[in-house]
């Protein structure tokens, strides 16, 4: 079965620090996302990406952040200057495009910030 | 601000029940409405999908949906011990917008 793939699973990086979290989405999706759920809240959308531009960000996703398709085949979120608040769990999630809400959920990356 | 709204739980049904699982959400423009299960330190995983008024059947799963009183509903027939995650209701944003509003999920226990 097709799957979305992250890596890392788990990051742990100093405040201030430079992260980049990366996804291989399925191959024939055309839609990319990114949400985070922090420790026992809801999950939130950060970012919607298709062909190869953002088409909507929501007001978590301020110049800290930023993605990119660097390669055609991952789709990366970076996350400059990382706070402590930033510790979550961020899902990579894709859809084929036909009804945009039905994702697939990457297995997450955990990022800690101490 | 758009919301949408859960029991947090824990909801409690005993093995073979029905567990009924219940949303409300604020932004009337809200077209699309999602179910996801999300088991302790997975990711969701995308249960059913209702676009229109009414019940939507997938096996031991119905959906139900009602725009005039802003109300998602799920029902979970004969459940398992399996069914026991945390079930986040999920709306689109209306207006062509492709994020998801996730409500924070009812956590439900099947008990054997």
């Known amino acids: 079965e097709p799957e979305v793939t992250q890596t890392p699973s788990h990051q742990v990086t100093q405040m201030g620090q430079e992260v980049i979290l990366r996804c291989v989405p399925i191959s024939n999706h055309l839609y990319f996302y990114w949400y985070r759920q922090i420790l026992g809240q809801k999950v939130e959308f950060l970012v919607s990406?298709?062909?190869?531009?953002?088409?909507?960000k929501s007001e978590i996703f301020d110049d800290q952040f930023s993605v990119e398709r660097p390669d055609g085949s991952n789709f990366t979120l970076k996350i400059r200057s990382t706070k402590l608040e930033d510790s979550a769990m961020y899902f990579c999630a894709t859809t084929s495009g036909v009804n945009t809400g039905e994702l697939f959920f990457g297995e997450g990356s955990r990022l800690t910030v101490l | 601000q758009k919301e949408v709204e859960q029991n947090s739980g824990p909801l409690s049904v005993p093995e073979g029940a029905i567990a009924s699982l219940n949303c409300t959400y604020s932004?009337?423009?809200?077209?699309?409405f999602f179910w996801y299960r999300q088991y302790s330190g997975k990711s969701p995983e995308l249960i059913m999908s209702?676009?229109?008024?009414g019940d939507k059947e997938d096996g031991r799963f119905t959906a139900q949906l009602n725009k005039a009183s802003q109300y998602v509903s799920l029902l979970i027939r004969d459940s398992q011990p399996s069914d026991s995650a945390t079930y986040l209701c999920a709306a689109d944003s209306g207006g062509g917008a492709d994020g998801l509003t996730f409500g924070k999920g009812t956590h439900l226990i099947i008990q054997p």
């Open positions: 932004d009337r423009g809200s077209q699309s």
């Open positions: 209702i676009y229109s008024n």
């Open positions: 990406f298709y062909n190869n531009e953002i088409s909507e």
